[in-house]
């Protein structure tokens, strides 16, 4: 069975802090993806990794980087944790060139900056 | 730039009656498109998608309809049941985009006993 666990589902942390957000996937995917939604917005995309050790810019990338150094694991990172990022974040997986199969997502981590 | 639009923030409808959800989408370079349903405190789960070079898919109680002239397309569920109650995003992949989706700002489903 499609396994996508992302290893926090509640986290509160500081403003300022340096926050880690990790995502494993047991499906052998080249593609993962980090998405946060947020209330009226939709699911916005972050960063992508289409391999090892690459990465991509989303649509907002700002405050955010990534880390992908195993094919199965993709991390995301706040630097400076700030209000604005308070949001649930969403980590997914995709086989190269999906077509009609879809991403397969993780349970999402509810984040909140104070 | 908001390329995928799911105009209605909500919907309610009657258990057993029809729900009709709607996205409309910019760009004509996208060639797949798939709806997913999100749950609170989970996370999405894929339910049915179409290719650009058809005009309906059917799974079960679910159908996508695409008017690629239109650049419309709509999910139908037919009859509905209160467990369908969730949020739904549409979401499109493309040939220039890769592997990424960009998804719609979803419909809360409200099905009533």
């Known amino acids: 069975d499609v396994k996508v666990t992302q290893s926090s589902r509640y986290l509160v942390k500081r403003t300022g802090e340096k926050v880690f957000l990790e995502c494993v996937q047991d499906?052998?995917?080249?593609?993962m993806f980090w998405y946060r939604q947020d209330p009226g917005l939709g699911l916005r995309l972050i960063y992508f990794?289409?391999?090892?050790?690459?990465?991509e810019k989303g649509d907002i990338p700002e405050g955010y980087s990534v880390s992908r150094e195993k094919k199965e694991r993709f991390s995301l990172i706040l630097e400076s944790a700030s209000t604005n990022q308070t949001s649930m974040y969403l980590c997914?997986?995709?086989?190269?060139?999906?077509?009609?199969?879809?991403?397969?997502f993780g349970q999402g981590t509810r984040l909140t900056v104070v | 730039d908001q390329q995928v639009k799911q105009n209605s923030p909500s919907l309610s409808v009657q258990e057993g009656r029809i729900s009709i959800l709607n996205c409309d989408y910019t760009?004509?370079?996208?060639?797949?498109f798939l709806w997913y349903k999100k749950y609170p405190a989970e996370g999405p789960t894929f339910l049915i998608s179409?290719?650009?070079?058809?005009d309906k898919n059917e799974d079960g109680r679910f159908t996508v309809f695409l008017n690629k002239s239109a650049k419309h397309l709509s999910l139908h569920i037919v009859p509905s049941q209160p467990g369908d109650s969730a949020v739904y995003f549409c979401?499109?992949?493309?040939?220039?985009?890769?592997?990424?989706?960009?998804f719609g700002e979803g419909t809360q489903l409200t099905v009533n006993p």
């Open positions: 997914a997986s995709r086989i190269l060139r999906g077509g009609d199969i879809g991403a397969f």
């Open positions: 979401a499109a992949s493309g040939e220039t985009s890769g592997s990424r989706l960009t």
């Open positions: 499906m052998d995917h080249e593609n």
């Open positions: 760009n004509s370079m996208f060639d797949y």
């Open positions: 179409i290719s650009s070079i058809k």
């Open positions: 990794s289409y391999d090892v050790k690459m990465k």
